[in-house]
């Protein structure tokens, strides 16, 4: 028989276990008992254990130790086993005879010790010997038992800042933050008490706080934010100390209830708990430090508190000098950079001969600097200029590039770099667009003009001829059919196999590998007429030396000499670099070359200061109401008229007929008599464009009126008028 003397065990943390058993049935203090009495007639061996499945148990707990006989009780013949640790033990029990086994329990005073009800269970195995030279017999007894683990507690509270200074006469509140450690075995409950200072006010409300036993090797806390307000408002005095009376009352609240005292001395009955005394766990804490709120008036009370608080407060005023020039060079960093992106700046002259000043027009260039790329997208220039005022000239800055290495008889890329008051401020200034400038003679074959076949016949080769092909073939389309073969295509030179059934006028399309339309225009179809007379001579075969083409649509009557008026335009510098820019746009038209010719108009407005969208037309009309707006303007006018001839000429081409665009020709004429008027500028090319526009919409008498104009313009065209086309013109009328 295997009987449990003691079925409830009190362990009390970090105390030893009673030495001697109590009498059966009552609570066990730390000790329990296990008695085995061997009815059987022969010797049998026991071995005890204990199990228990909770996860805060724990094996070091207990210790099992075999008790030695009763006096009378007869003597095994073999000796006890004893497991490591003894947490487990063997015995040897002769018939008829009963050992005891003390069960004996100690947890340490750790929080890892859970508070709670432990159910343990005592394992019995039995070694029975059935006979002579028959094997042995095992059997499992199990007796169920409790072990009740008693709470103690140990909480600490701890203040975040001990003191807060408050020096602002208009803000006298501080945070502060109250956290309360538990390093118990059982969950911990205290009421937080803020009573009602005189002189002080706190933005919080009493509350209970609930800290759970920390787990095995961790911490367990938490904390509760107080604010604090000092009701003191003296301008100047002395500092003035207040305490936060702050108390924390803990709260009996026990995971495992209390036992009864009469069941610690009587006969326990099931499901009470463990004795835990009210004087043991009624507690009242204050922190160790008072927490203290100090108003210190913005003006101290002698000089020499003065004096110590600049002392003590340096570092913060010498932050706040910092901050306070960090924001003004932040603030002018950010002016200076708006305004920057507002000041246009761009060279007057796109084409310079060797060792000639380069000019830039623009504000705020006083000192900026201007660098010399060999290409665009270098990110180090090799060569750096600083711009000086052009004292001729109000608003233009220039740069001596004479005796300058590198800049002989060849095109770089340049950008203006305007500088900044504070010099480490440089390098965050915005920079202008790299423009493209051209030194001396530079041959670029960019500018070669496009050169085709003066007529699509059907299964004869067609030529087209310019640059920037591409090396890969492409396809050309002549109307909506593709070529019937591609005969050769190289870079400059496309060579393709009319199809059949062409139209009179068809529109032919070079479109290359990559599908950019290369090349356009407008040519006849079909087998060309015969005409009387003589054979027609062969076409040139340098591009170079070609004849100007003809506008498409409208025959050769229709056409300046434009290789001579940009020619005249790079060499004498008749107009500034806008209006330059839009000249050869509109010569480029004239050449079928229309990709580079609205690009060089894009350069031509940006130059100029024309936003995007913004409508040239609109903008003359406008000026044109009065002297004044004219004036304010200035010689952006003579820009503007040139820009919108160009713009006029290749809405026409796109149309491909000549539209009725006689009033953007008339304005654009209008504004260059004007400007001639006012500031005697040589503005010739607007008006002809128009008398141009005039001759080819048959309106003779408005063209002839023109001419007269252009005549009577003082500081005139005497010297132009052959270079310019007006001979030609006439001849026309």
């Not at 042995?136 to 975040?160: A, L, N, S």
């Not at 759970?212 to 003191?232: F, L, M, N, Q, Y």
Request: glycine share 6%; with cysteine; proline share 8%.
């Amino acid at each position: 028989m295997i009987q449990l003397l003691h079925t409830e065990i009190d362990v009390v943390p970090g105390r030893r276990p009673q030495r001697q058993a109590l009498p059966e049935g009552m609570v066990g203090l730390g000790t329990a008992v296990l008695r085995i009495t061997n009815a059987t007639e022969r010797e049998n061996a026991y071995t005890v254990r204990l199990r228990c499945e909770n996860p805060y148990w724990q094996d070091s707990w207990f210790r099992i130790n075999a008790m030695p006989p009763a006096v009378g009780e007869g003597a095994s013949s073999k000796p006890d086993q004893q497991g490591p640790k003894d947490q487990w033990v063997k015995v040897y029990v002769s018939n008829g005879a009963s050992r005891d086994v003390l069960l004996s329990f100690m947890a340490p005073q750790r929080s890892d010790s859970r508070a709670g009800v432990y159910e343990v269970s005592v394992v019995v195995e039995t070694h029975v010997q059935e006979g002579q030279g028959a094997a042995k017999g095992d059997r499992i007894t199990e007796i169920k038992g409790t072990v009740i683990i008693r709470p103690f507690y140990e909480w600490q509270i701890e203040f975040q800042p001990e003191d807060r200074k408050v020096k602002r006469f208009f803000r006298r509140s501080a945070a502060y933050e109250v956290i309360v450690h538990n390093k118990g075995n059982d969950w911990l409950y205290c009421d937080l008490k803020l009573p009602r200072p005189k002189d002080m006010l706190l933005e919080n409300f009493s509350q209970r706080l609930a800290v759970p036993p920390p787990e095995p090797g961790k911490d367990s806390s938490r904390s509760v934010p107080i604010r604090a307000r000092t009701k003191h408002k003296a301008f100047r005095g002395a500092p003035k100390v207040d305490e936060l009376p702050l108390t924390f009352h803990r709260v009996d609240a026990p995971t495992v209830p209390p036992l009864p005292e009469e069941a610690i001395a009587g006969v326990s009955s099931a499901g009470l708990g463990a004795p835990v005394v009210s004087s043991e766990t009624s507690e009242i804490q204050t922190p160790e430090y008072p927490p203290t709120l100090t108003y210190c008036p913005p003006i101290p009370a002698t000089l020499t508190d003065f004096i110590q608080s600049l002392a003590r407060n340096a570092l913060a005023i010498s932050m706040l000098f910092l901050g306070l020039v960090a924001m003004l060079h932040i603030s002018y960093l950010m002016y200076t950079h708006w305004k920057f992106k507002l000041q246009s700046a761009a060279p007057l002259s796109m084409s310079l001969e060797n060792g000639a000043r380069l000019e830039y027009r623009g504000a705020m260039l006083n000192g900026a600097r201007v660098n010399f790329y060999k290409n665009k997208d270098d990110k180090d220039s090799f060569l750096s200029r600083y711009l000086k005022p052009l004292m001729t000239k109000r608003g233009v800055y220039f740069v001596n590039t004479k005796d300058v290495p590198g800049l002989t008889d060849t095109a770089v890329f340049v950008e203006a770099e305007r500088v900044a008051f504070i010099p480490y401020l440089n390098a965050l200034m915005p920079r202008t667009k790299k423009l493209r400038i051209e030194f001396g003679n530079v041959i670029d074959p960019s500018k070669k003009p496009l050169v085709m076949s003066d007529r699509a016949v059907p299964g004869k080769p067609f030529t087209i001829q310019g640059t920037g092909f591409g090396a890969e073939p492409g396809k050309v389309m002549f109307g909506d059919q593709p070529a019937d073969q591609i005969v050769s295509w190289s870079d400059t030179q496309i060579v393709a196999v009319v199809p059949a059934g062409v139209a009179d006028q068809t529109n032919i399309v070079a479109i290359n590998a990559k599908g950019e339309e290369v090349a356009r225009a407008t040519k006849a179809g079909g087998a060309p007429p015969k005409p009387p007379g003589p054979e027609p001579e062969p076409e040139p075969e340098n591009v170079a030396d070609a004849a100007p083409l003809p506008i498409p649509g409208y025959g050769s009557a229709c056409r300046f000499d434009w290789a001579s008026v940009a020619k005249e335009i790079d060499e004498n510098q008749h107009f500034d670099m806008p209006a330059a820019l839009a000249l050869k746009a509109y010569a480029l038209v004239e050449t079928n070359q229309v990709t580079k010719a609205r690009a060089l108009l894009k350069d031509a407005r940006t130059s100029a200061g024309l936003k995007t969208g913004e409508d040239t037309y609109k903008v003359l009309a406008e000026a044109l109401e009065s002297d004044a707006k004219i004036q304010q303007l200035g010689d952006k006018v003579v820009d503007y008229s040139v820009i919108l001839s160009a713009e006029t000429r290749l809405r026409e081409f796109d149309a491909g007929t000549p539209s009725d665009l006689s009033d953007r020709h008339l304005v654009a004429a209008d504004a260059g008599f004007k400007t001639a008027a006012l500031f005697g500028r040589a503005v010739a090319f607007p008006a002809l464009a128009y008398v141009d526009f005039a001759i080819r919409k048959n309106m003779k008498s408005n063209a002839r009126e023109a001419l007269k104009m252009l005549t009577d313009v003082p500081k005139g065209l005497t010297d132009q008028d052959e270079k310019l086309g007006m001979a030609g013109l006439r001849s026309r009328l």
